[in-house]
């Protein structure tokens, strides 16, 4: 069989790069984070369960209110009577039986007004605080989502550099490898040099692999929050400033949190809700006072009736609870341990969230300087790189010092790029505990992003990634130029 056969390996191996460009030219734009995040604020499965809930919660205003408007019953009847006498007296009255057939109809007309119910008053201020608390919930999971989309989508950023790092790691000891074995096979080096090698390979090609494995798994994730699959996002500018948060202050961002963040003002909102639970529970002693009219109508066929009936009352009706066998007493017990269990939630969100902003200052001032700090790695550890390939030259150092010099180099590559992507979302999430995250951050954010550079994912199935295994062969994931 000729090596020009479609089925060559040869054949194959020129024919792949001309696939991967066909098919990364003929994609559909790559989507950036802003688009993504408009298809999770429609798509996603949380927040439409948080608005339908905050819709539920609304609509119970209206239910809570409708107690304390006017109450309008209408009854009618039609009835057939059917009615059979029988009478029997003393010696001198006799018998008598009679029966008696007719129709009746009857209708009646109820008007109720509530002129002073405690109760219902305090159930309708119940609901419109329940409203309220409903409504910051709704927005917390809102700028939740934001971060959410905005973490799954750098974490896709993150895997791809990892993964690039990886293979660059594969292909230069792979050189290394090959050099050894040439070395050796000319009697230039022993035998160790090459396990040395080869040792360092696998392991590099192992990392390269479970790289692979993350990448896929952080498109799923963000598929997870929208419920749409997306092959290709745009990748993140080198020039993203790396700057520190502003305001400056770290007490600036606590005060902003205690006053913004929506899960601390839920908390304060659940307290008013307990306390007007207490304020119902009272209104179990106090009376009510209503107005009423009616109107009722009735009318027969009857033999020995005529006409018909109707009559109409105005009036007023109090009531005065006395003793319900300490029931309401309980229930104002009941209500004011609740009150004081949401007073304790709130200190403990309130608490919880003026930690959780400081944590994030500081981790983010800190991401500042270790961006910077793993920048001046890559340099260091190239420098030392090309410093250990002299010595390997002359001889002053081994095939393993190499090695190590050259997983340093890649491994902070790596961690440059894990630096860089963890301040970016560092400060996003710091904006959210101080509740100031919203769509402008995220459209801020956005135009950091390269339309230029993206990231595409190829699956397995598709042809990619790990079916190959040499490492010039493989189209995982290609950071493309679009024209």
Not at 50 to 66: E, H, I, L, P, Y
Not at 277 to 297: C, I, M, R, W
Not at 445 to 452: D, F, I, P, V
């Amino acid at each position: 069989m000729s090596s020009r056969e479609p089925s060559s390996p040869k054949f194959r191996l020129r024919l792949l790069p001309v696939l991967i460009a066909a098919a990364v030219t003929s994609q559909a734009h790559a989507a950036d984070l802003w688009t993504i995040t408009q298809d999770a604020l429609q798509n996603n499965a949380t927040l439409g369960a948080s608005q339908s809930t905050f819709q539920s919660v609304d609509a119970g205003r209206d239910v809570a209110r409708g107690s304390l408007l006017p109450q309008i019953d209408a009854t009618a009847q039609v009835a057939h009577n059917n009615t059979l006498e029988s009478q029997e007296g003393g010696t001198q009255s006799g018998v008598g039986n009679s029966e008696d057939s007719y129709n009746s109809t009857s209708a009646g007309l109820e008007l109720t007004q509530a002129l002073y119910d405690a109760t219902s008053w305090a159930e309708l201020e119940i609901a419109k605080r329940e409203t309220g608390q409903q409504a910051l919930l709704l927005q917390a999971d809102r700028q939740q989502l934001l971060y959410d989309v905005a973490s799954a989508y750098f974490e896709i950023l993150r895997a791809n550099d990892v993964l690039e790092a990886s293979i660059s790691q594969e292909k230069a000891i792979k050189r290394q490898l090959d050099q050894a074995q040439e070395q050796f096979d000319v009697g230039l080096v022993a035998t160790t040099d090459v396990n040395e090698a080869q040792a360092s390979y696998d392991l590099a090609r192992s990392q390269r692999i479970s790289a692979e494995n993350d990448l896929q798994v952080s498109f799923e994730a963000l598929e997870r929050l929208t419920g749409k699959r997306y092959d290709s996002i745009d990748a993140l500018s080198d020039d993203i400033p790396i700057e520190s948060p502003e305001p400056a202050g770290r007490d600036n961002w606590i005060q902003m949190a205690i006053a913004n963040n929506p899960s601390v003002q839920a908390a304060q909102a659940a307290v008013d809700v307990s306390r007007a639970e207490v304020d119902q529970a009272e209104a179990g002693h106090k009376p009510t006072l209503s107005a009423f009219a009616n109107y009722n109508y009735s009318d027969s066929d009857q033999d020995y009736l005529d006409g018909h009936n109707a009559d109409t009352q105005v009036g007023l009706q109090a009531s005065l609870p006395i003793y319900s066998g300490g029931t309401t007493s309980a229930q104002v017990r009941q209500q004011t341990y609740s009150l004081e269990a949401t007073q304790y939630d709130f200190e403990a969100q309130r608490r919880d969230t003026t930690q959780q902003v400081r944590s994030l200052f500081t981790q983010v001032m800190n991401d500042v300087e270790s961006v910077e700090a793993q920048r001046q790695a890559i340099v260091s550890n190239r420098s030392a790189l090309e410093a250990t390939r002299s010595g390997y030259e002359v001889g002053t150092r081994n095939i393993v010092d190499v090695l190590d010099a050259e997983q340093s180099l890649y491994q902070a590559v790596s961690d440059y790029a894990d630096a860089r992507y963890t301040y970016v979302t560092d400060m996003v999430e710091l904006r959210q505990q101080a509740g100031v995250l919203d769509q402008d951050v995220i459209r801020d954010l956005n135009q950091w992003l390269r339309e230029t550079q993206t990231v595409t994912l190829r699956l397995p199935e598709d042809g990619g990634m790990s079916q190959m295994d040499d490492i010039g062969e493989r189209p995982t994931m290609e950071q493309s130029s679009r024209p």
